[in-house]
């Protein structure tokens, strides 16, 4: 079922799973990429949904960035303690993911919320997988 569709990306919710699903098909991230993510991240409170694939493969948060556009909004629209635990897997280019898993350790920061877990990948199979396990 899609939620939020605009011509850089959607946001669809696959029942079978349980799981919402970001596409962001645009060459950068920018207002549209936070405003279907501050949609998933609602989307997860109001339906009670625990797991979000973000499919940034092509366009993920340069290294400033990162924190503005991944962590920032989970602060924002996400309750310091949520009522299950949310897991969220965001797949990365290669080089990206290198970057952010030596540059930007995003478990036991401060600026995540309570019972919040984050991971990267770079395949969206073990992506899915991974939350598929949770």
Known sequence: MTIFYSPAAS????????????????????LSFGQAYQCALQEMLTK????LLLDLKRNAPSSDDHE??????????????VARPVFIAAVLSEGQYQYQISNCPISGTTLMPE????NYFTSRREATAWLNGR
């Not at 079978?16 to 060459?27: P, Q, R, V, Y």
């Not at 009670?48 to 797991?51: A, D, I, L, S």
């Open 11 to 30: 946001l669809t919710y696959h029942a079978a799973d349980e799981m919402l699903h970001l596409s962001f098909n645009a060459t950068h991230l920018d």
């Open 68 to 81: 503005q556009w991944l962590v920032e909004p989970l602060q924002a629209h996400l309750p310091a303690r």
């Open 48 to 51: 009670n949904v625990g797991k």
């Open 115 to 118: 019972q919040v877990e984050f």
